[in-house]
């Protein structure tokens, strides 16, 4: 069998796959099941400084095409938060990646000096949730210099590596990332949620979700995110967190192809449950065994090469 073990930012993964944020909770006993389920690592949702209460049930939507999330990130804190994740740096077999959200760009700097003293492997800096329109107006990851700000703020609070979360939803998506790494980003998540989008039901005339808009995520991401991955790993050395719509280990597979070194995982487990894991590494194992491939590693950015 091939080895899916890979290094990212210095840190060892076992396998690519990485639980993507805000999927489960931060309850220990929750993400250490994931690892034994078979992810390579794990990112904890959003936390704010302060409780955060979200929007209004209903949140979620979803079909086989796509999901819509209006979660709007619900989080009781950093405080409660560390508390929770205590156990799993105590008992953890694989990395965790701390995932932090700030109303106003000062809040970043001090969530991200709180938590580094939990000593994750890596700290996720969300600026591209497009559910909190409303609340916070458009994302600091829609802005060149509000994303760079983020990043050199963060880096100076804390010696752990920082990937910034960007957002698909922007016209400069390229020249974004360009910033953040510029700023001292060590690494790149793309892509959070697509849209917002906006479905209703006809014969109720209610929009399906309480907010009325909501995030996009799932299969019918995929293209825009392999896009992305691929434009960005052409414009930067740091390495990407390839996230959108991966479902299966062929489409892990492209995606890590176009530039990822890591691949999140998200709407993917609301399809496939505890067999998520499995399923896409045992099909990754397939194909590169019948390539003859060696190690996973061999084959990040390989499509750059033709
Ligand atoms: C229910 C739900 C909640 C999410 N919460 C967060 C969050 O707290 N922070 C964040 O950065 N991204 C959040 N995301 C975005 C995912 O981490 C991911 O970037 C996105 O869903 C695309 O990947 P996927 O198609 O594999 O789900 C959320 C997505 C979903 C579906």
């Given at each position: 069998?091939?080895n899916?073990?890979?290094e990212?930012?210095?840190?060892k993964?076992?396998?690519?796959?990485?639980?993507?944020?805000?999927?489960?909770?931060v309850?220990?006993?929750?993400?250490?099941?994931?690892?034994?389920?078979?992810?390579?690592?794990i990112?904890t949702?959003s936390?704010w400084?302060?409780?955060h209460?979200?929007?209004?049930?209903p949140?979620?939507?979803?079909?086989?095409?796509?999901?819509?999330?209006?979660?709007?990130l619900?989080?009781?804190?950093?405080?409660?938060?560390?508390?929770?994740l205590?156990?799993?740096?105590?008992?953890?077999?694989?990395p965790l990646?701390?995932?932090?959200?700030?109303?106003?760009?000062?809040d970043?700097?001090?969530?991200?000096e709180?938590i580094?003293?939990l000593?994750?492997?890596?700290?996720?800096?969300?600026?591209?949730?497009?559910?909190?329109?409303?609340?916070?107006?458009?994302?600091f990851?829609c802005?060149r210099?509000?994303?760079?700000?983020?990043?050199?703020?963060?880096?100076?609070k804390?010696?752990?590596?920082?990937v910034?979360?960007?957002?698909p939803?922007?016209?400069?998506?390229?020249?974004?990332a360009?910033?953040?790494?510029?700023?001292?980003?060590?690494?790149?998540?793309?892509?959070?949620?697509v849209?917002?989008?906006?479905?209703?039901?006809?014969?109720?005339?209610?929009?399906?979700?309480?907010?009325?808009?909501?995030?996009?995520?799932?299969?019918?991401i995929?293209?825009?995110?392999?896009?992305?991955?691929?434009?960005?790993?052409?414009?930067?050395?740091i390495?990407?967190?390839?996230?959108?719509?991966?479902?299966?280990?062929?489409?892990?597979?492209?995606?890590?192809?176009a530039?990822?070194?890591?691949?999140?995982?998200?709407?993917?487990?609301?399809?496939?449950?505890?067999?998520?894991?499995?399923?896409?590494?045992?099909?990754?194992?397939?194909?590169?065994?019948?390539?003859?491939?060696?190690?996973?590693?061999?084959?990040?950015?390989?499509?750059?090469?033709?």
């Amino acid at each position: 069998m091939a080895n899916l073990a890979v290094e990212f930012c210095g840190v060892k993964f076992q396998n690519p796959l990485v639980l993507a944020s805000g999927i489960l909770g931060v309850t220990s006993k929750g993400l250490l099941r994931v690892i034994d389920l078979g992810a390579g690592g794990i990112t904890t949702k959003s936390l704010w400084l302060e409780s955060h209460p979200g929007h209004k049930n209903p949140t979620m939507f979803g079909n086989e095409h796509y999901f819509m999330n209006a979660v709007g990130l619900s989080d009781a804190g950093i405080d409660k938060a560390k508390e929770e994740l205590g156990d799993y740096v105590k008992n953890k077999t694989a990395p965790l990646i701390a995932n932090i959200v700030g109303a106003k760009k000062k809040d970043f700097g001090i969530i991200a000096e709180s938590i580094d003293e939990l000593k994750p492997d890596l700290i996720e800096v969300n600026i591209s949730c497009p559910n909190v329109e409303d609340e916070l107006g458009k994302p600091f990851a829609c802005d060149r210099a509000s994303a760079a700000e983020i990043t050199k703020l963060v880096k100076s609070k804390t010696s752990v590596p920082v990937v910034v979360k960007l957002s698909p939803n922007v016209e400069n998506l390229v020249s974004i990332a360009k910033s953040v790494e510029d700023a001292g980003a060590d690494g790149i998540t793309a892509i959070n949620t697509v849209g917002p989008g906006m479905r209703w039901n006809i014969d109720l005339k209610t929009p399906l979700l309480a907010n009325k808009v909501g995030g996009v995520s799932g299969p019918a991401i995929f293209p825009i995110a392999v896009k992305a991955v691929y434009d960005i790993y052409r414009a930067v050395k740091i390495p990407i967190i390839a996230t959108g719509g991966i479902c299966t280990g062929r489409e892990a597979l492209e995606i890590m192809m176009a530039g990822g070194t890591l691949c999140g995982i998200g709407t993917a487990v609301y399809y496939s449950g505890d067999k998520t894991w499995q399923n896409i590494t045992q099909e990754m194992n397939n194909w590169l065994d019948e390539q003859g491939i060696k190690n996973v590693t061999e084959i990040i950015g390989a499509f750059h090469n033709k």
